[in-house]
């Protein structure tokens, strides 16, 4: 009788190798965003050196460290655009390095339309540093599921020489509104 050719690796089946395959895939993707998010590919970008926290009305919530900062003040901390009303709870204005500065936002986004959910990145948030778009340097990414509310953070890093900020929210090619922001002087 002929012995059974089943009895071989695995590795020499189609199925085999592709499982094999997306697990290497998968683990190596896993290790990259790892690694990124504790700042092994940001060795260059020096680490933020003063804050200062304050709310949404520019009043400030936490001490300044070191040099300092400035407060920050939003026309609006709460408006819809589209499907999503956001709420913006606090902001932080760092000095990231000796001519950029970092804005942190943390917000509610809140559906108050699709019912099947909606999908937010970093295509919803944009930073104009005298209407200049930036993306975001870190963002919030989920659904935020119907008449439910997901809270997090974006942070934009730009130019401390900016005259002029403005965020612009909603889906970038679809609705989207901006809210002009006022920085009360960065201090070196």
Do not use: C
């Not at 189609?14 to 504790?38: D, K, R």
């Not at 599921?145 to 965020?167: H, I, K, N």
């Amino acid at each position: 009788m002929q012995a059974d050719d089943r009895s071989g690796s695995w590795w020499k089946t189609l199925p085999g190798v592709l499982t094999a395959t997306a697990a290497v895939v998968t683990a190596t993707t896993g290790l990259i965003v790892a690694l990124h998010q504790i700042g092994v590919f940001d060795s260059n970008d020096p680490a933020p050196a003063q804050a200062v926290s304050s709310t949404p009305s520019g009043a400030p919530t936490g001490a300044q460290s070191t040099g300092s900062a400035s407060a920050v003040r939003l026309a609006e901390t709460e408006l819809r655009v589209g499907p999503i009303r956001y709420s913006i709870l606090d902001t932080q204005l760092e000095r990231y390095s000796e001519s950029m500065l970092m804005l942190r936002l943390s917000m509610r986004f809140t559906n108050v339309e699709i019912e099947w959910g909606v999908a937010i990145g970093p295509t919803y948030f944009r930073l104009f540093a005298d209407d200049v778009p930036l993306e975001p340097r870190e963002t919030y990414i989920g659904v935020v599921s119907y008449q439910s509310a997901q809270q997090g953070d974006v942070v934009f890093t730009f130019p401390a020489a900016t005259r002029s900020l403005a965020l612009q929210l909603g889906e970038l090619g679809k609705d989207v509104r901006r809210i002009p922001i006022q920085l009360d002087g960065v201090d070196d």
